[in-house]
């Protein structure tokens, strides 16, 4: 009895020393998978922090990039105004940039010798003799930077001046000074609790921008600064040579008694480096205390629970840490695209500004010369390069929004006829100049109104016939047809072609017709030029809008486009005064007063020169609140119409507007008012309609559509009365 009861107690005991044994073992094995755990998640955490950071200075880098490139932009601009403005005293040039000078901008004009002078006509001396000789000797803008003998920091630019006597002076280049503090929000780590740092060193590390948090006391030289607070000479060493030698670089440092990460990279065109330093206990403090805690308590359950249990947590971590990896790359994903669209925007405004400025200046030279002089070749040859680039820069915003998935479809009601008859007019115009022959054939039961996208398939269409116009040569033809090809309910399928007798295509690039940056051989691309995304763009519209194209051609027999598009018939009557417009007498435009507001002078200039022609009679405002007040100021039936500028001091183009749409004035709610500005997107034009005003131009001004606008809302003008 007794050897029994023992041998039922050895039973449990043997039980419990099993359970305890494989507890420890549990528990072993717990606190090992915790310890490699956190050390390596540690570790990519590491590395994570490090590709955060290097992403922010990036940024900052393209930032500071941007602003350096739009301020020599603005100093070519001021330059530029300078030759071509007549100014003979300062009050003149203080005039001409009245609502430019402020607290934080300065300008001064330059002799020969160096020696500078305000437009206040005092002295202004620029200390950096060396960079200002560097400017009077370069032909294009420079830039550096000035401490001025009041302490204050200065981003200089400056650029040479046709010599120009001013007020007995003889100046040869001008230079516009920025305080430094206008700048340093570029530099702000906020994410960081402004204990990190950005700055622009040079390339020997001396100190030129700086954010306005200075957490560890910054000297003239940053390397010499993190040197006297421990940063080790073999790291001094190798960031100095990497900025020597224009290399880029990402460091885990220690100075001033805590960890660092240390990213630096060279701002492309220049000699600076944007350079960003944050600690790393502030970059992912939150997350680092949360995944503590986590595998900690992971590693007490692995502990105290089965092997399973153990694999089970440590599957369900590393799930975790994949999804917010992925979380984090798509929400870095969509900061990128932003910052693109950003960037797209502020480029395709800066470079549709100077084009106007080419394009217009080379229109008013043209009319001003006779056709057989020997300049007008030259004339002709500037004009056609510069509407090459600028359909390069519209072919590529169209091409970046489509493969962004920002490109929509605006649907709206539209006339057939009106369209097609718009299209005509400007295409007459240019096969006329090529000694190319065009037809064009419209089927009646195409007119009528239509619920689309006029101006997408205007584009559809345009792109289609510029390609002909650009591969045919004189005495070609090209003709479109416009047919009903069926129709379903209240949905009208019409075909469109386009048909020419050029050179035609090879069966080789039929095959890839569509691909973007796609050319018919090296010869073609070289001779015509083009950048390949016109039908990738015009597949991508047909796409988006339902329908179908067909291409067929052949080498050295021209080539024909066949769109089918589905478009919502809508039944409403054409009413009379809503017949095409066309410009069937520009005597209309005589004497009609246009109020012209603008504050750019030479793009002023340029349309008060074309306005002029037109015999129109213009009156000039620099910005919304000089119009405002002269509209205001006018009696009824004054002013036929109003075209203005969108981004101005004081008050912009769309300020301007519901100013005078709110007003009570008598001319308020018809006064047409006309935008005329770079902002180019199609978002720009909506937001332009939806603001009040009647149409939106885009720059570089386009003469035929100016005509075209102008003519349609002063002929709607009401009768004067008797």
């Known amino acids: 009895m007794k050897s029994k009861r ?123 003799n060396d960079k200002v000789g560097e400017v009077l000797d370069a032909s294009d803008a420079q830039y550096f930077f000035e401490k001025s003998t009041s302490g204050i920091d200065y981003w200089v630019f400056g650029k040479t001046i046709t010599p120009k006597e001013i007020d007995g002076y003889h100046f040869v280049a001008v230079f516009e000074l920025y305080n430094v503090s206008q700048f340093q929000s570029a530099f702000s780590l906020d994410l960081f609790d402004d204990v990190g740092m950005g700055m622009i060193v040079n390339n020997d590390s001396s100190l030129r921008l700086k954010s306005d948090h200075d957490s560890i006391g910054l000297g003239y030289n940053a390397l010499q600064t993190f040197a006297k607070l421990g940063l080790e000479q073999e790291t001094v060493k190798k960031i100095r040579a990497d900025m020597l030698n224009g290399t880029d670089g990402k460091l885990y440092v220690t100075f001033d008694d805590a960890n660092w990460i240390l990213d630096y990279q060279k701002i492309e065109g220049s000699d600076e480096y944007v350079l960003v330093i944050v600690p790393i206990a502030v970059t992912s403090a939150g997350v680092t205390q949360n995944l503590r805690a986590t595998l900690l308590a992971v590693g007490i359950i692995i502990g105290c629970i089965s092997m399973l249990l153990i694999l089970f947590v440590l599957r369900n971590t590393q799930i975790a840490k994949q999804r917010n990896k992925q979380l984090y790359e798509l929400e870095l994903r969509a900061k990128t695209v932003e910052s693109k669209n950003d960037f797209l925007a502020k480029m395709s405004h800066d470079i549709r500004t100077p084009l106007n400025a080419i394009i217009g200046m080379n229109y008013i030279a043209t009319t001003q010369v006779e056709e057989t002089a020997p300049v007008m070749d030259s004339l002709t040859r500037i004009d056609t390069s510069a509407k090459y680039l600028l359909n390069i820069l519209n072919d590529v915003l169209d091409m970046s929004k489509i493969e962004s998935g920002k490109m929509e479809l605006n649907l709206a009601e539209f006339r057939m006829d009106n369209l097609l008859t718009t299209l005509r007019t400007i295409v007459e115009t240019q096969s006329k100049e090529k000694d190319i022959h065009f037809t064009m054939k419209i089927d009646p039961r195409v007119t009528g109104y239509y619920l689309g996208d006029a101006l997408h398939i205007n584009q559809i269409l345009m792109n289609l016939i510029s390609n002909a116009l650009k591969f045919t040569s004189e005495n070609g033809h090209i003709s479109v047809d416009v047919e009903s090809q069926e129709r379903i309910a209240d949905t009208q399928y019409i075909r469109f072609t386009v048909t020419d007798n050029g050179i035609g295509m090879t069966e080789e690039f039929m095959k890839n017709i569509f691909s973007p940056f796609t050319q018919d051989g090296a010869d073609i691309s070289h001779k015509y030029g083009g950048s390949g995304l016109g039908l990738s763009i015009v597949k991508n519209f047909v796409d988006m809008m339902g329908g179908t194209i067909r291409v067929h051609s052949k080498k050295d027999e021209g080539s024909t486009f066949a769109i089918l598009l589905p478009l919502k018939m809508i039944d409403k009557p054409i009413a009379e005064q809503e017949k095409p417009i066309e410009i069937a007498d520009e005597s209309i435009l005589v004497g009609k007063r246009i109020l012209l507001v603008e504050d750019n002078a030479i793009n002023m200039m340029i349309a008060k020169k074309i306005l002029l022609m037109l015999k129109m009679t213009v009156e000039e405002a620099v910005n919304g609140k000089l119009a405002l007040e002269l509209f205001e100021a006018k009696p009824a039936g004054y002013y036929s119409i109003i075209v203005t500028d969108i981004r101005m001091p004081e008050m912009d183009g769309y300020e301007l507007t519901t100013h005078i749409r709110t007003s009570k004035h008598p001319d308020a709610s018809m006064i047409p008012i006309i935008a005329m500005s770079a902002n180019a997107f199609d978002e720009d034009i909506k937001k332009s309609l939806a603001q009040g005003m009647n149409a939106h131009l885009k720059k570089p001004i386009d003469v035929a559509e100016l005509k075209l606008v102008l003519f349609t809302y002063i002929r709607k003008e009401p009768p004067d009365e008797k």
Not at 54 to 65: A, G, K
Not at 103 to 115: K, M, P, S
């Open 6 to 128: 023992n041998e039922s107690l050895k039973v449990p005991s043997f039980l419990s020393y099993l359970i305890a044994t494989c507890m420890v073992i549990g528990l072993a094995l717990g606190v090992f998978y915790f310890v490699h755990s956190y050390t390596q998640l540690q570790e990519e955490l590491k590395q994570e922090r490090i590709v955060y950071v290097n992403e922010i200075s990036s940024q900052i880098s393209t930032s500071i990039y941007n602003r350096r490139d739009r301020l020599l932009q603005q100093i070519s601009s001021t330059a530029s105004s300078l030759d071509y403005m007549e100014v003979h005293t300062f009050e003149d040039v203080r005039k001409l940039f009245k609502d430019k000078l402020d607290d934080n901008y300065t300008i001064v004009l330059c002799d020969a010798e160096g020696r500078s002078i305000d437009l206040n006509s005092n002295s202004y001396p620029l200390r950096n």
